[in-house]
């Protein structure tokens, strides 16, 4: 590994969504950590179609920072979509993505620059689970295991979108225009030389998770649909447990004709009715996996841009 310049230039990239309460705070707490370092830095503030003052408040701080750019787009795409923006805006040689709420403590982010210059490519950090179990943390872990058991890719649990990647790694996400876009499952896909960071989470300066609780069920299913054939294949095995179960009926009903004893044969109408019921339920929840699967692939032959700014840009 081959060690870096020191005087790389940074971008910092922060999707906000309805974040006016903490925007000001998350700016101060980012200088005190930026202001002490030799690098050039950009802060790419992405708000994500925010229905309050986020919007207001960020070109204000943009009036007194000139390092900020502001970059608004056209609704709420969502934050993988807000991310992107920021992705496709930056030029900077390593390019962090890090939260508005406080969240991810920025003091990280002179230990990303480090391993950076070291010359890591990819800087993941990973939340360590604390003890105080919330159903945030549950459905997470729960989401990690299964992700990891039916994906060829592995995420690391834990993994938050709070990572730093140098150009050539962003690079190669931008050659990804995928619309259902799961950024943890992408970046551990193109591989590059990647290090984890281990943080212990902080709490959210003020206001809400803005990921409510059907965001956080479609990142997953975008996740599971697009990094995963295994749903399909579900029906496949549960067809080939069927087709055994009536082989093995035949022989057995069959059993009775050779023995001439075919008068115990009783009409068996339950026992029909449980396999059609069983067998029809699994037909359904197989076409229903098939049918999210043609939806997706339907959405990504639309080939419709992940976000839209403003002023109408992509
Ligand atoms: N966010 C966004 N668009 C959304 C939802 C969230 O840009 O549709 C931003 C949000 O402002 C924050 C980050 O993404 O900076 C992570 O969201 P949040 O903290 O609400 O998620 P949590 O930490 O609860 O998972
Ligand atoms: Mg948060």
Same mark, same amino acid.
Not at 34 to 37: A, M, T
Not at 175 to 182: C, L, T
């Given at each position: 590994m081959s060690p870096r310049k020191s005087k790389s230039s940074i971008d910092l990239i922060i999707p906000v969504f309805n974040e006016a309460g903490v925007v000001d705070r998350t700016h101060v707490a980012l200088r005190e950590v930026?202001? *002490? *370092?030799p690098h050039k830095f950009t802060i790419y503030y992405v708000d994500d179609g925010s229905k309050d003052e986020t919007a207001k408040t960020l070109r204000a701080l943009g009036k007194q920072d000139k390092r900020i750019v502001v970059l608004e787009l056209a609704r709420n795409f969502g934050h993988q979509a807000a991310l992107t923006a920021g992705l496709d805006a930056s030029k900077g040689d390593f390019v962090i993505t890090i939260d508005a709420d406080g969240q991810h403590p920025p003091a990280l982010i002179a230990q990303m620059i480090e391993l950076f210059e070291q010359g890591y490519d990819i800087v993941q950090a990973q939340r360590l689970d604390d003890r105080n179990y919330s159903f945030k943390q549950a459905t997470s872990f729960m989401f990690y295991r299964l992700i990891n058991s039916i994906s060829g890719t592995h995420v690391e649990p834990g993994a938050a979108d709070f990572r730093g990647m140098s150009r050539q790694a962003v690079d190669a996400v931008k050659?990804? /225009?995928?619309?259902?876009?799961?950024l943890r499952g992408m970046i551990s896909w193109i591989g590059f030389k990647s290090v984890i960071l281990p943080y212990h989470e902080t709490a959210r300066l003020a206001g809400q998770s803005k990921y409510s609780l059907g965001k956080m069920i479609r990142l997953a299913m975008d996740a599971i649909f697009s990094f995963s054939l295994v749903p399909l294949y579900i029906g496949l095995s549960a067809g080939g447990i069927f087709f055994c179960l009536a082989a093995l009926e035949m022989i057995y009903v069959l059993s009775f004709w050779f023995k001439g004893d075919?008068?115990? *044969?009783? /009409?068996?109408w339950s026992s029909l009715m449980f396999v059609i019921l069983i067998a029809s339920g699994m037909l359904m929840v197989v076409l229903g996996f098939i049918g999210i699967y043609v939806g997706y692939i339907f959405q990504e032959v639309k080939r419709r841009p992940v976000y839209l700014l403003k002023n109408g840009e992509k």
């Open positions: 930026i202001d *002490l *370092l050659a990804m /225009p995928e619309f259902h876009r799961f075919t008068s115990t *044969l009783a /009409p068996g």
